[in-house]
Structures are given as structure tokens and as C-alpha cells.
């Protein structure tokens, strides 16, 4: 028996819901392996999202094309008048699969946001390091000798001197 549109659609929509899950499980693990500089787990969980997106962006497709091919358009305001006009029972189920995949997408961008702030912190340090090593920082500040918050220019590069 085939199935109907809307089953097609909740079908995608749980298959989306499964994916988007494991992707915030793997930023997650990702964020603890940034916190804790364990390149290895990066390098896998880096390597375990790509199929994931890969795949969510298939079936974003498969969603458009099931709208579509019912007359509605693809997207946001497709999605929401397609189960506007399904059976009360429908729209209440896909409704309630589109709420928990909206939720978990935002948790999955919220998540990639702090990532990437781990990220770019981390960048910042090491540029700064660097710099300093190469004795190029022009805004290096510390303390001189008697206290005092001093801002000085490094001439010579450290790794000169060792």
C-alpha cells in the first residue's frame, strides 16, 4: 500500500528529527573535545558530521519535492499550509514533529555557535603566541619591574634567543 503525502512528510520529518539528533550529539562531543584540545575526537567528530548534513540536505530535498509535487511550495510557508490542510489527527502529529525538529535544529546551531567561539579563541591565543615568539606583537602588555601594567614592543623574537 502506498503511502499517503502526509506520511511521506512525517516520514521525512522523523528521519530528519533521528539525523539532526545524532548531529547534536556529535557537537556536543565536539565541545568537549575542544574544551579538553583533544585533536583526535575533533578529527572524528569533524569527520562524522559531514554525512550527517550531507544526508539532512537530502532529505530537505526529499521534503521539497513531495510539497512540490503536491502543489505546495518548498520551505517554511509550504510546510505550514501543507498541514493546514491535512486531517485534524495529521496536522496535530506533524505539527508536533516539525516543533521538536525546529527545536533540535536550534539547539544543533546554538551548539556549532559556542564550537566555534572555542574555535576562534583558541586562533586568537595561538596568533598571540606566536606573535610573540616571533617577537612581531605590537600590543603585548605585562608588568614591569616595579608592578606597573606596562605595554612594551618585543624586538628580538624569542625563538631567537633560546
Known sequence: MAMTPAQQIQSVLQAEQHT??????????????????????????NANKQPLLVQLEQ?????EAILQAEGFSAGKDGIKA???NQTKKDQ????????QL???AFACRDNN????????????YLHRAMSVLRGRDLNIT????????TSQVVRQPLLGRV
Open 102 to 104: 525546529r527545536e533540535a
Open 59 to 63: 532529505l530537505n530535498r526529499q521534503r
Open 113 to 124: 555557535q559556542v564550537n566555534g567561539g572555542i574555535v576562534n579563541v583558541n586562533r586568537q
Open 20 to 45: 539532526v539528533s545524532q548531529l547534536l550529539e556529535i557537537l556536543t562531543t565536539e565541545r568537549d573535545s575542544l574544551v579538553s584540545s583533544d585533536a583526535e575526537t575533533m578529527a572524528v567528530m
Open 142 to 149: 605585562s608588568y614591569g619591574p616595579g608592578g606597573e601594567y
Open 82 to 84: 501543507f498541514i493546514a
Open 92 to 99: 496535530r502529529q506533524l505539527t508536533d514533529l516539525l516543533n
